[in-house]
């Protein structure tokens, strides 16, 4: 409709002129000196129409001409774009299926015509790195981060992680400190230091660490807690090395309430209090702790640290078992308890309870060295037995069930004063030997 108005619109018009010019001819005069021009004005008109369309065509194709190096250019640029593009997604191709080489060469060719060329040269190095040509890989971060200054973090990230990979500790721990600088409170890089460490076993450099890590409430509280579990337990190894009671208890004072009411991190600060000479002090920190929060490791480490005076603490076991009757780990506690107290029946009798509730290594062996001290070769022969034989059984890939012993098959029968049986949850007692 737009159309068919316009074609109207300028048949009237030229319908217009032509009636103007066939009726009112008039003429155009044009004198310059002695020369003089007459001619009709519709003539004119058309001299005049076509010298501005000359004039329109020369000058299009006067800019077309000025503008054509730039088109040219452009084009071109857009063309080895689009091939840097596809050498791209190629070699991330090549690279998803293993093939280092060609990867790296597609990655690497053109790579500056990329519009991303950052990520050319961070996937080439990565190709590189699994060439194991480790100065190439070098050569291309260096490109990844002139190519783009602003990507220094990710690219710095990703050498070190190539760099712990294939065991380079040194320049490893070198590229994450930079790291650090420029970014102090980036959480990837401090868990890739915590793992550094970790490997390296700076114990002072993880602690100083470790509230840094405790701050990142977006990480994973599990993996937190198992980070700091590890850089405690190292801690307190290096306290017990070198004999230094001050500097294990300063370690544990500084651990959070929630961290000092991890079984596994109050255990092993009560085993090396034990170890340093604080066995009252250990005792009394699992005893408080048990009578709160129960937990089988913590009931079986209860026993083996023994006091000067064991009988006040084969008392507090014995009072637990009346909450606790089918704690395995109670039981080798009360064992262990009882066989400090010199009294081999009852020893023997928790032995044999805690067999019964779960075999377990360390009970037969144990009981396999109080039967030998009681002079019963025989049966402590049976349980070494037993014992290696589990032991040999948890370390194959398949599991396989191991039935406990009776207990008349690893003992042998004596006087009722000797093979006394462990008390009943109804509170039977066991006369002490």
Known sequence: MKFLLTALLAMSVTASLVYWGLHEPGYVLMAWKNWSVEMPLGLFAAFLFLAFGLVYVLLRLWFRAVRTPAVVSKRLARLRHERARRHLINGLLEYAEGRWERAEKLLSKNAADSETPVLNYLAAANAAHRLQAYDRRDKYLRQAIVSDPKAEIAVELSQAQMQLDRQQTEQALATLKHLREIAPDHAYVMRLLGKLYLQTKEWKELERLLPRLRRHAHWNPEKVAEIETEIVLGLFEQAQRKRDLDALKKTWESLPHKSRQRPQLLGAYAMHLATLGCREQAERLLSKYLKSHWDEALAAEYGSILTEVPARQLITAEAWLQRHPHSQGLLLSLARLSKANKLWGKARSYYE??????????????????????????????????????????????????????????TTAEDDSQSSRPPSPAGKSIAHV
């Open 353 to 410: 309870a805690a067999l019964s509730e779960h075999p377990d290594t360390t009970a037969y062996f144990e009981l396999g060295e109080l039967l030998t001290q009681l002079g019963e070769t025989q049966a402590a022969a049976e349980n070494y037995r037993h014992g290696l034989k589990l032991a040999i059984e948890s370390q194959t890939p398949t599991p396989r069930s191991v039935e406990a012993p009776e207990p008349g098959v690893i």
